[in-house]
């Protein structure tokens, strides 16, 4: 089976900086990808990670460990319109995506 | 069309009923999945095509949950005899190459069934 693990909540400022991590635990793991989610929408990629190390996507980036079964999202300058609920999600060998429980990041003034 | 699209957008229904919700993924796309997120939760994974495969339903949570899909079009998620812990957004998503062998992991997502059962 799949299983993954993220904080369910994270609170900070504007122009902060916030990573959110997420352990996983699954067979055949193929690669690591992050969604961000509006209160009523639907949710929009982010990033997606399949080997190790870092991929920068302007103010967002992620990172993979394999052999750690681990990875994060890290939000840097921080906006309001950055709140939003963040998933990761494990991609398997045959191509089926798991998703997390989320984290909802709330980004005061 | 340019996006995935799902109908009904809402839909109210009496316990005890069946209901039929669509998907019509980006053309092309191989791959289409099924999730189910409840009000504040995270999204659960109910089903899975790719290609002409035979689709992984892993995660359907009875047998009242079907879904079927033609070729790599339309797909339908059927619900009998729903329950009220049935309520939920059903989300649909489309993917170019779902298969390992391919460095994306992006799904396109419609922007859902809102299902109440009374």
């Known amino acids: 089976g799949q299983s993954l693990e993220q904080p369910s909540e994270v609170t900070a400022v504007e122009g902060a900086i916030v990573q959110i991590n997420c352990t996983y635990q699954t067979s055949g793991f193929y690669g690591l990808s992050w969604y961000q989610q509006h209160d009523g929408g639907a949710p929009t990629f982010l990033s997606y990670n399949a080997l190790d190390g870092l991929e920068e996507t302007g103010r967002f980036s992620s990172f993979l460990s394999r052999s750690d079964s681990y990875g994060y999202l890290l939000l840097q300058e921080l906006q309001m319109k950055d709140s939003a609920s963040y998933f990761c999600a494990v991609k398997n060998s045959w191509g089926k995506l798991q998703f997390g429980a989320g984290t909802q990041v709330v980004v005061t003034p | 069309g340019a996006g995935v699209s799902q109908s009904p957008s809402n839909k109210v229904t009496e316990k005890g009923k069946d209901v039929e919700l669509r998907c019509d993924p980006i053309s092309g796309h191989t791959a289409l999945y099924w999730y189910r997120q409840r009000l504040g939760q995270g999204l659960e994974f109910l089903i899975y095509?790719?290609?002409?495969?035979?689709?992984?339903k892993s995660g359907l949570p009875s047998d009242r949950f079907s879904a079927e899909r033609t070729g790599e079009s339309v797909s339908t998620l059927t619900i009998q005899r729903t329950q009220q812990e049935d309520s939920a957004v059903y989300l649909c998503?489309?993917?170019?190459?779902?298969?390992?062998?391919?460095?994306?992991?992006?799904?396109?997502f419609g922007e859902g069934s809102r299902l109440t059962v009374l």
């Open positions: 095509f790719q290609g002409n495969s035979a689709p992984d």
């Open positions: 998503a489309s993917s170019l190459l779902g298969l390992a062998g391919t460095n994306t992991g992006e799904l396109f």
